[in-house]
């Protein structure tokens, strides 16, 4: 199968804005983890296992959150339609 230089250059754009989007998240992400487990440290005991279970709920909440977005833009018709584009500026 022969790919050409747009569908190379596409193809990258994407994943460029995917991992844009991808790095903010974990960014957030972690950010707002280590704020849960300070605040639930500060009430009180909290295991290791707890916190091992709230760090589960939010890499599966983010997860979650980027599929949709994933999805979308590995989509053909987001290519040239200004989709890649903007998510790179959202989340840029």
């Known amino acids: 199968m022969h790919v050409n230089d747009d569908t190379r250059e ?5 994943e460029q804005a995917l991992g844009q989007i991808e790095a903010r998240a974990a960014e957030i992400r972690a950010e707002q983890l280590e704020r849960a487990l300070t605040q639930l440290r500060a009430q009180g005991d909290l ?3 707890q916190a091992a279970a709230v760090e589960r709920l939010s890499e599966r909440l983010a997860e979650r959150l980027l599929a949709v977005p ?9 290519v040239g339609d200004g ?8 989340f840029g």
Do not use: G, I, M, Y
């Not at 989709?83 to 959202?90: C, D, G, K, M, P």
């Open 47 to 49: 295991t290791d296992e």
């Open 83 to 90: 989709t890649v584009e903007t998510a790179a500026e959202l």
């Open 10 to 14: 596409t193809t990258t754009d994407v």
């Open 70 to 78: 994933r999805a979308s833009l590995r989509q053909p018709s987001s």
